[in-house]
């Protein structure tokens, strides 16, 4: 694995994914040809890290459906502010065209739509992204949409927003009854997360809002006979098909918590028994990176990580990963060496490619001998994004 890794570096596997050249993070201007997307115009004025990140044919669609709203009721869903006009954008970006916007330019709600709280701006937002659904493929954001999961994530917006300073905006924090304790469900600043509203997954990109997910590594020994449970995604699935992927992963949609969503995961995706994860499941922290994605749109992610070192496979309480749903073709163990062809071979789904990267990393396999570039790559995977965090909010 030593000499392989000399040879050809894994650093092209996390720049694939996390592509976005880097750039000045707030209260610095945004990248250019994307306006920042704020809750108020207080929050741009006091360079408060924006919501999301808006190619310029997402602003002028989002105007056009508030002229609709406009001309039916006389309300404006939305203002935005040295908007110049610009000529029809390029659907094919690339990364290095990317660079520095201007300052002065964003989009912003309404202050009656900030007083409908989480669920009317969901609402809202809602209705905007289901009218472009419905355009089908003569919709400007078909190449999104087409992927519609009906599963909601949570958008947040920084807590200095004044979206939960103003005391003329009704927020209310949102409730997880999952997550909280019969003593705390009663104590809303114990259930204070800084939740700004709830969006379509598969509207998310055109946004440019933070996307959330997890990521499981199963895996059995160590050292040289570490062997990683590797699955095969299905020739049906919709988003690369019968690619690699990592053990078990998935978005965490509104309502969960990362360790509730590895819990479904891994029982969907892989039927392990949730008494085996509560005992050997181990949180590894979070990779984030920011990709461009190739139709020109915005997609910060971040992702929690999670290893599982199985039992051995002589004992009474040995599990293995199993096929229990139409999304995985068949689950395979690899070698170190096996795995990291595959990665350089390109055969593993993007983002699962830098979760493995990860997974090397930490456990010693990839190190400064074998891979001069080890600081760069990490630079990849731990990228300070530039769009709200969930953030507990203190008020």
């Known amino acids: 694995m030593s000499m392989a890794m000399a040879k050809r570096t894994l650093l092209s596997i996390v720049q694939d994914v996390d592509n976005l050249p880097q750039y000045a993070l707030p209260p610095e201007p945004g990248p250019r040809d994307y306006v920042p997307f704020h809750m108020t115009l207080g929050d741009h004025q006091n360079a408060v890290e924006p919501i999301g990140l808006l190619r310029q044919d997402v602003v002028q669609a989002m105007m056009g459906f508030n ?5 039916s009721t006389g309300h404006f869903l939305f203002h935005h502010i040295d908007l110049e006009p610009q000529e029809e954008i390029n ?13 002065g330019k964003c989009v912003y709600f309404s202050d009656w739509i900030m007083a409908q709280g989480i669920e009317g701006i969901s609402a809202i937002m809602g209705e905007m992204i289901r009218r472009w659904y419905d355009q089908g493929e003569d919709g400007r954001f078909y190449s999104r949409l087409k992927s519609w999961r009906d599963e909601l994530y949570n958008v947040y917006c920084s807590p200095r927003s004044s979206f939960f300073t103003d005391s003329t905006i ?6 997880n009854s999952n ?4 003593e705390d469900r009663h104590d809303d600043r114990k259930m204070a997360t800084n939740v700004a509203f709830q969006l379509e997954r598969a509207a998310c990109p055109i946004f440019g809002v933070a996307t959330f997910g997890v990521h499981m590594t199963a895996y059995e020994g160590q050292g040289d006979a570490t062997r990683i449970w590797v699955p095969r995604r299905s020739k ?9 992927d990592s053990t078990v992963g998935g978005g965490i949609t509104a309502g969960l918590t990362p360790y509730q969503t590895i819990l479904k995961e891994c029982k969907e995706e892989a039927s392990l028994p949730e008494d085996l994860l509560n005992s050997r499941l181990r949180a590894c ?4 990176f920011f990709t461009l994605t190739k139709d020109g749109f915005l997609r910060p992610e971040v992702e929690y990580v999670y290893d599982l070192p199985l039992p051995s496979s002589g004992s009474k309480e040995y ?5 229990n749903d139409d999304e995985v073709e068949s689950f395979n163990l690899m070698s170190v060496p096996e795995l990291v062809e595959n990665l350089l071979d390109g055969q593993v789904k993007p983002n699962s490619a830098l979760i493995y990267v990860d997974f090397l990393i930490r ?4 190190t400064a001998e074998n891979e001069p570039r080890l600081p760069e790559i990490q630079s990849h995977t731990r990228r300070v994004l530039g769009v709200a965090m969930p953030t507990p909010v203190a008020y």
């Open 67 to 71: 002229d609709e709203h406009v001309e």
């Open 91 to 103: 659907q094919s970006v690339q990364p290095t065209d990317v660079l520095r916007g201007e300052r």
């Open 170 to 175: 009704s927020w209310h924090p949102p409730v």
């Open 179 to 182: 997550d909280v304790s019969n």
């Open 236 to 244: 049906d699935k919709k988003t690369f098909p019968n690619m690699l």
């Open 285 to 288: 922290g979070a990779t984030s």
């Open 319 to 323: 599990v293995r990963p199993m096929i």
């Open 363 to 366: 456990h010693g396999f990839v």
